[in-house]
C-alpha cells in the first residue's frame, strides 16, 4: 500500500503501468523528488483518492471502504479523463495498427476488421452511455440540483463487462491468422496492445464497480437525508412569512389539535364556535405554511407549545 509520504518516482519506478494513470489525473511529468502528496498539491488532485485508485489498481485492494474520504468530483475527472484517452486515442490507434498488420485482400482479415470495429462500437455505447446518463447525474447530484429521474442503482444493474468480444477477436488473430515473419511482428505488437487494453478495460470497470458505486451510492444516500432534514428545519424553525405571529387563541388550537381533539371537543374545550375554531386553522395553515396534524405536532414541540408527553403520536 502506498502512502500520502511515498515518492512519487518511487511510485511509477515500482509500477510503470501508473504513468497512464497521471495523465488521467492531470498530473504532469517533471515532479522532481517530490511525495505523492506534494506532487497532488501542486496539481490539485485529491490525494487520498489518487492513492486509492492508485492502491487499487496495483493490489486490487478490494476491502477498500473509505467511501466517505473519496472526493466525488476528483474522481469523476480520472473517469471521464479515462473514456476520452481510451476513445480518442487508444482504440483508433489500435486499429491504425491492426490495419497496417492485416493484409487487405485477406477476407479473414477483413472480417477481423469488422469484428474489431463492432468491438470499438460496444466500447463505444458503454462509454457514451455513462457519460450521457451516469456523470452528468453525479454533477447533479454534487451541485445539489434536482435528480428524481435517475439513480444509481439503474446504472449498478446495467453495468457489465465489456470484454468477451475483445477475448475472441484476440483468439482468433492467434488461432488462424496465417503471417509471414514481418506481419508476425506486426500482429504481436497488436495483440499486445489489445492485451492491454483489456486488462486495462477491465480495471476501469472494476474501479467504476468497486469505489464509483459505493461512493455514489453514499452521496446518494446523504443528500437524500441533507434533503429531508433541511425540508423538517425550515418546517420547524420557520417563522410566519408575513411577519405574523400566531395569536395565543391560535396557539391554543395547536395544542388542543395536537392532543388528538375534534373541531367539536376544541370548540367545547375553549368555549368558541365550531366555525371560529375552522378560522383558526385556516389562519394558523396560512401563516406556518404548515398543513398536517404531523407537521403542526413538530411545530408544537420544537416551539414548546406542548410537551412530547402530552402528545398523542
Ligand atoms: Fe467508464
Ligand atoms: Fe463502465
Not at 500500500?1 to 511515498?6: A, N, V
Not at 512519487?8 to 517533471?30: K, P, Q, T, V
Not at 405574523?244 to 371537543?265: A, C, F, H, P, Y
Request: include cysteine; charge should be negative; hydrophobic fraction near 35%.
Amino acid at each position: 500500500m502506498y502512502e500520502s509520504t511515498d515518492k512519487m518516482i518511487n511510485l511509477i519506478a515500482d509500477n510503470y503501468n501508473l504513468l497512464e494513470s497521471l495523465g488521467r489525473f492531470g498530473i504532469n511529468l517533471g515532479f522532481g523528488d517530490k511525495t505523492v502528496q506534494e506532487v497532488c498539491e501542486d496539481q490539485n488532485v485529491d490525494t487520498y483518492t489518487f492513492l486509492a485508485i492508485v492502491n487499487f489498481s496495483i493490489n486490487n485492494y478490494e476491502s477498500f471502504d473509505g467511501y466517505e474520504h473519496i472526493s466525488v468530483s476528483t474522481l469523476l475527472h480520472y473517469l471521464k479523463a479515462s473514456h476520452e484517452y481510451f476513445l480518442d486515442f487508444q482504440l483508433p490507434n489500435i486499429r491504425k495498427e491492426l490495419k497496417t498488420a492485416l493484409d487487405e485482400n485477406d477476407n479473414l482479415a477483413r472480417l477481423i476488421m469488422k469484428m474489431y470495429d463492432s468491438y470499438a462500437h460496444e466500447i463505444r455505447a458503454h462509454m457514451k452511455y455513462e457519460e450521457q446518463n451516469v456523470f452528468p447525474y453525479v454533477d447533479r447530484l454534487l451541485n445539489k440540483e434536482d435528480v428524481d429521474d435517475y439513480d444509481i442503482e439503474t446504472f449498478s444493474k446495467h453495468h457489465g463487462q465489456i470484454t468477451t468480444r475483445l477475448r475472441e477477436l484476440k483468439n482468433i488473430i492467434i488461432k488462424y491468422l496465417p503471417s509471414d515473419t514481418q506481419r508476425n511482428n506486426q500482429l504481436t505488437a497488436v495483440l499486445y496492445d489489445l492485451y492491454k487494453n483489456e486488462e486495462w478495460l477491465g480495471l476501469h470497470s472494476e474501479i467504476e464497480d468497486h469505489i464509483f458505486l459505493p461512493t455514489i451510492r453514499r452521496l446518494e444516500r446523504q443528500t437524500k437525508q441533507d434533503d429531508v432534514s433541511a425540508k423538517i428545519s425550515k418546517m420547524i424553525h420557520q417563522s410566519p412569512d408575513n411577519g405574523e405571529v400566531l395569536s395565543d387563541r391560535e396557539k391554543d388550537v395547536i395544542v388542543s389539535l395536537v392532543q388528538g381533539m375534534t373541531n367539536k371537543e376544541i370548540a367545547n374545550h375553549l368555549c368558541i364556535s365550531i366555525n371560529t375554531v375552522i378560522t383558526h386553522r385556516r389562519n394558523i395553515a396560512r401563516k406556518l405554511q404548515i398543513h398536517s396534524p404531523a407537521g403542526l405536532t413538530i411545530y408544537a414541540i420544537v416551539n414548546n407549545l406542548v410537551d412530547i408527553s402530552s402528545v398523542k403520536l
